[in-house]
């Protein structure tokens, strides 16, 4: 996929449709990141994304505290024996991820992001795009100095 960014929010719309199907809290909701999430994301939204994608998009979103990685812990083979030791030694760890606060605030504005008015885009615009405005208006600042004391020569 060639935006990744696109694909952390996809995995935080995600979070929030399978707990709506769920019929749950989405601060209880589980996530595991694996085929199935994939595919479902791929189908949802027309993409064509790989696991490996996805994977870094997960740990992105761990990055940025939308998302917690739990591990679980279970499913071992009872004893102290070498073949009950090796056997759970190679098993592979199986995660979860719950959504944190932040996310659910991430999570939360994608899905009324289209709902916003025209003024209230143009807002959100140019507050996430502030940095750019700053050298604009020192720029025009310099100009209008520059024009003063030019007509005061």
Known sequence: MNNQKSLEKLLLKAFMEEAVE?????????????????????????????????????????AFEW???????????????????????????QFYFTLTNKGYEEAN???????????KKISDYLEDHKGLFYPLAGAASILAIWNVISHLK
């Open 22 to 62: 769920a019929g749950i809290s989405i601060t209880y909701k589980r996530l595991y990141v694996n085929d199935n999430l994939l595919k479902k994301i791929n189908i949802n939204n027309k993409t064509k994304a790989t696991l490996k994608e996805l994977e870094e998009a997960t740990n992105k979103c761990i």
């Open 67 to 93: 998302v917690e990685r739990h591990q679980i812990i279970g499913n071992t083979l009872p004893g102290n024996d070498l073949r009950s030791q090796v056997i759970n030694a190679i098993k592979p760890v």
């Open 109 to 119: 504005a994608l899905i009324h992001k289209d709902k916003r008015t025209k003024i």
